[in-house]
């Protein structure tokens, strides 16, 4: 490793490689509990830095894990024992933004609220918003396939990106994908590197589409007593053809959290609490969409409907939902949050299971998510310092995702495998999947320097 | 061969079998000029029955080919020398219409209409609309990612698919994705497929995403004196936040062709005309939406805009697009269409430089296509019987391709590359690009017998 330190820094100069262990800490964790301490930090500011650290690397067969501003939830960036943790952060450039084709192409490291600032000032609009979106970099989000409440209208990450530049295990630059909308010019290069979680190549630049910016939005907040009459109210809005930007859902142990910290005057008997939201560039069209989802969530059985009359109401009713987080810090010293998908109209029964849960092992859980993609993040509440509740913890999230899987759901359906959901990988896919997937990880990374460990199962 | 025909008849029973040359013929072409006769034509009716054929085929190193209705415009269900022709068109069952969660289970061999069809009947809507949606199945619609006019509101065949079931070159069946509508769990094997013409691994079954089905549509014609103009009013009306369904460009070429074989009183002045379809689920907001955008093709200097004011006018206008390709039956015993891409921007210069090249070799070129997507249509009009004409639109074909590529197009849109754009793929993609995806190609397929010589230069 000595040798590989001397080389990185005699091609790349001291300013790009780290080795001070106070230096080091910092690309050691990422948003999860794990932490391991890479032996060098490599900061590579183009992708022809990049080629150098993979070749040198790839010569003394020494894994190199990429991140970004590594805010993961599933412990996909943490450096392997005697790896390279190569941050690609200081590559933040928005090299170009398109405003008549719609695209922007960036550097890996652009921090995605920073490029949705830049390309609004010009009419466009970046629609994923993963919660890490002030912190977390496009190429992070790219190799996880990041989500978000948009994610309803919009879709998620991967359905924005047109192109890529990646570095491959041997020092190659591969194109992807290129400026046409359609492109059907062999295999699709591009989808197989996002959500990768960098186990393929090391994603450089992006090319990014984009659409116009949405100039209005109306935003309803609505009380159900019954968390079946919810659920129904989500498939009974998609099936009017109405598709709202957002269609988020806190369950009662959420709304109890957040009003016991925040104090909002929520009420304490309900079961759920959805936030619709409708977007477009046409005012009328917009309100009449709200309107209409707020007429079905009256005729499916909302105890109670507000519709923010203007910006500050809106902004009062988003306070619930994004309390949420805060709201948990407050109630335990730690949380957990999972991140399973289920087909829509199995939400109900999957929130009944892991209260199930909750109760057999004691932990508190709350439940919110994307109700209209059948996303749930359910959070475990707990003081890790205590052995026995991080026991518990452990199979609560074992039984947490058995329930997705016996509900015909998966085991992520925004944050990724990384290593924490390994263990869970062959039940999830089958001994075929996971084999197929090995033969494709072997024909990119023959030498599996690509953060190895990660994603599939030995 | 022989002993592969009784093995394959064994197994399966002689009515799955055909090997009587009046019956080959059948499975001999696509919908281009090419012909190929396979030495055995199979016609499996389950996932089953074709894991047997791969099995016995994989034993013999012989080839498979697998077709649906063998509509494809680039030659890849075309049989290789001594394959054999796997149909699918007997796996024609909807298995599952999900009206809640909104998915649709399928046999690869399903009509495109036909599904369209059975989920429209619960209120569902199966939007991609390839041309041939009539004939075509929606396994060869997913080996080649088909498209269509409402591509650009609803997306490719690919985004409607969720998971599939594949037969593997070693008789392996794998599925990949599922009922979730997100899904980060590993890599994403279903967009694999999707676009991979048969050459990665069979697609048996499907799992298709629906939406709600649009209740009103709304349809305008508008023409324009110069080509330049259209296409800044297709960016202009995209720009301003709308999205129509369809966004239908006709060059001044496709308008005389139409004008001369139906009467319809086109203008034969101008350069260009935009068909523009708005839909949606509330009337006023499809309306208000179709408004939107005549105004807007007003501004940008339309010389006539026509909006379709009840369901015979709608039909009155969509007569011109509908009657291109027969129109030009009429004018050239032969046509040859291409499916370019190119950056929306990039289209009138895309229509002038071929507009050159018609000029150059004399023949006739019209160009119509899918303007929102920047998906062009050249067809290049021409009597294969006199081989001058015929050594002409081979060049003419690539000089195409290179006008496409120059503008950081490329050369398929919808069709894909089966054997006829080979030629163009190295310099479409550049060598990194195609060695890695023959990596992908041997990992899934080490002895090549699944379509060979398709998608992949040698």
Request: glycine share 8%; with cysteine.
């Amino acid at each position: 490793m000595k040798e590989v330190i001397e080389k990185l820094t005699d091609a790349l100069g001291r300013s790009k490689v780290l080795t001070a262990p106070i230096d080091l800490v910092a690309y050691s964790f990422d948003g999860t509990f794990e932490q391991r301490v890479p032996d060098v930090a490599v900061l590579p500011e183009s992708t022809q830095d990049v080629v150098t650290v993979v070749k040198i690397a790839a010569e003394h067969g020494v894994p190199i894990v990429a991140r970004g501003m590594a805010s993961g939830l599933a412990g996909g960036s943490i450096p392997s024992a005697g790896s390279i943790a190569l941050s690609l952060t200081r590559m933040n450039r928005i090299l170009q933004i398109d405003p008549v084709d719609m695209t922007a192409t960036v550097e890996a490291g652009v921090i995605v609220t920073d490029l949705e600032a830049a390309v609004a000032k010009v009419g466009l609009f970046y629609p994923p918003d993963p919660s890490s979106n002030k912190q977390s970099t496009i190429g992070g989000n790219i190799a996880c396939n990041a989500g978000g409440p948009r994610c309803l209208k919009y879709g998620v990450t991967g359905d924005y990106i047109m192109g890529l530049t990646v570095v491959l295990a041997n020092g190659e630059v591969l194109k992807t994908g290129g400026r046409p909308i359609k492109n059907v010019v062999g295999y699709d290069l591009t989808s197989l590197f996002v959500g990768s979680e960098g186990t393929l190549g090391i994603i450089t630049e992006a090319l990014v589409r984009l659409v116009a910016k949405p100039q209005f939005v109306r935003t309803a907040l609505v009380e159900f007593d019954s968390l079946d009459d919810a659920s129904r109210t989500v498939n009974a809005i998609l099936a009017a053809g109405i598709v709202p930007a957002t269609l988020e859902l806190m369950d009662e142990t959420a709304i109890a959290c957040i009003e016991e910290a925040m104090k909002l005057g929520l009420p304490l008997d309900v079961e759920a609490m959805l936030i619709i939201e409708t977007d477009g560039s046409d005012e009328e069209a917009v309100v009449r969409e709200i309107e209409a989802a707020a007429r079905i969530c009256r005729e499916t059985g909302a105890r109670q409907v507000s519709v923010a009359q203007d910006e500050a109401e809106r902004a009062r009713l988003w306070r619930a939902r994004r309390s949420v987080s805060p709201s948990l810090a407050r109630k335990a010293p730690n949380k957990l949050g999972e991140d399973i998908t289920v087909p829509r109209s199995a939400i109900p029964e999957a929130v009944r299971r892991i209260k199930a849960v909750s109760a057999q092992y004691g932990l508190p859980i709350v439940v919110f998510g994307h109700a209209g993609d059948g996303n749930l993040h359910p959070n475990i509440l707990f003081d890790r310092r205590d052995p026995a509740q991080w026991a518990a913890v452990e199979q609560i999230v074992g039984e947490i995702f058995r329930i997705a899987l016996d509900l015909e759901g998966t085991l992520s359906g925004e944050h990724g495998i990384g290593t924490f959901k390994l263990p869970y990988m062959v039940e999830a896919l089958g001994p075929t999947s996971i084999g197929v997937q090995w033969h494709i990880k072997r024909a990119f990374d023959p030498q599996n320097i690509l953060n190895p460990g990660k994603v599939l199962p030995q």
